[in-house]
């Protein structure tokens, strides 16, 4: 098995109060998970001291589409300051290796006294199969 040694995708921004599928398995393609990046872009949204709350879940698949996030999917909840960046890197990969297994990650927004306009960044890091 070969690895692609390219990067899973490019940063994804995530709106306030949504869940958004930042990865997900096709083409029968392994992947290993080594980290996510999540940034608090709060700069010049005229919440710049607000904090944001982010989930990270990985989501098994539902009948090879994407699955729903659920509370027993959710791997870590971070509070990021304004403008912090927390990476979440791994020992060992969290591999998903069925089509329609993805990694999701939902920005609090308002729910947890967080911001209704502050966006979230994400980047998935790893690798895939060739």
């Given amino acids: ?31 290993y998970i080594r980290g996510i990046s999540v940034h608090n ?23 090879g589409s994407a699955g729903v996030a659920t509370d027993g999917d959710r791997i870590v909840r971070v509070t990021l300051a304004p403008d912090d960046t927390f990476v979440y890197e791994l020992q060992y990969p969290v591999i998903l290796n069925s089509n329609g297994d993805s990694i999701q990650v939902f920005n609090e927004g308002t729910y947890n006294s967080g911001s209704a306009t502050n966006a979230i960044n994400v980047l998935v890091l790893g690798d895939a199969e060739a």
């Fill in 41 to 63: 872009a709060s700069v010049g949204t005229g919440n710049e001291n607000v904090t944001q709350q982010a989930q990270i879940y990985v989501v098994p698949n539902s009948g």
């Fill in 1 to 31: 098995m070969a690895l692609a040694k390219l990067n899973l995708g490019f940063p994804q921004q995530i709106s306030a109060g949504t869940t958004s599928t930042v990865y997900t398995v096709s083409s029968s393609k392994t992947a």
